[in-house]
Nanobody, 119 residues
């Protein structure tokens, strides 16, 4: 499966932004669609994910309550809704498909989309 993230841009602190991830090809029912971000000089960080066959989601504490992952299986798309954005959320955001929420389990990565949050 190939993935493509889109929707990034320049926003101000406190704003909201929704990223989209289009999947070409079928995701396994056991798959997880996950979102990661990578800021300059930092490791790629998990920011949320959703099981493709169920609606269960998982978030790290750093974004819990601000970020929401969803999906539209009919359109083969995933979404990352980001609210109350902070300058420290500035990064390149990636969507990925894997067998668990672990970065090492991801077997397909999309090209990233830049999100810049100004103070």
């Amino acid at each position: 499966v190939q993935l493509q993230a889109s929707g990034g841009g320049l926003v101000q602190a406190g704003d909201s932004l929704e990223l989209s991830c289009a999947a070409s090809g079928r995701l396994l029912s056991s798959a997880i669609m996950a979102w990661f971000r990578q800021a300059p000089g930092q490791e790629r960080e998990f920011v949320g994910g959703i099981r493709w066959s169920r609606d269960s989601t998982y978030y790290p504490d750093s974004v819990k309550g601000r970020f929401t992952v969803s999906k539209d299986k009919a359109k083969n798309m995933g979404f990352l809704q980001m609210n109350s954005l902070k300058p420290e959320d500035t990064a390149v955001y990636y969507c990925a498909a894997g067998s668990s929420y672990s970065r090492d389990s991801m077997y397909s990565w999309g090209k990233g989309t830049q999100v810049t949050v100004s103070s």
